[in-house]
Nanobody, 120 residues
Framework: QVQLVESGGGLVQPGGSLRLSCVVS????????IGWFRQAPGKEREMVAI???????YYGDFVKGRFTIWRDNQKNTLSLQMNSLKTEDTAMYYC??????????????WGQGTQVTVSS
């Protein structure tokens, strides 16, 4: 029913930028909490950025001031601009969605992920 398809990952140098995109079907991005999680090998998944159905944004402590999340209600897409990337940002990034307008700790819907690698 709900499908999330990410794109935009790749290889960048430290200090560089990437923009991730997520095409959402099965729910409206302006009505539900939606955002990005990431997971690196040997580490647990962590919240990167979330935007609620009301437009409130939440950012992980490690990305505040560097990343920006927004949605396009007409296209029903979600985007994440990542600036000043660090090697520690290397991970698989997943587009996620909740079935509530406010975020929860474990979103039920996940995309397949897009790899972000920050390396010299």
């Amino acid at each position: 029913q709900v499908q999330l398809v990410e794109s935009g990952g790749g290889l960048v140098q430290p200090g560089g930028s990437l923009r991730l995109s997520c095409v959402v079907s099965g729910l409206s991005v302006d009505n539900y909490a939606i955002g990005w999680f990431r997971q690196a090998p040997g580490k647990e998944r962590e919240m990167v950025a979330i935007i609620s159905g009301g437009g409130t944004t939440y950012y992980g402590d490690f990305v505040k001031g560097r990343f920006t999340i927004w949605r396009d209600n007409q296209k029903n897409t979600l985007s994440l601009q990542m600036n000043s990337l660090k090697t520690e940002d290397t991970a698989m990034y997943y587009c996620v969605a909740d079935d509530l307008p406010i975020p929860t700790t474990k979103p039920p819907y996940w995309g397949q992920g897009t790899q972000v690698t920050v390396s010299s």
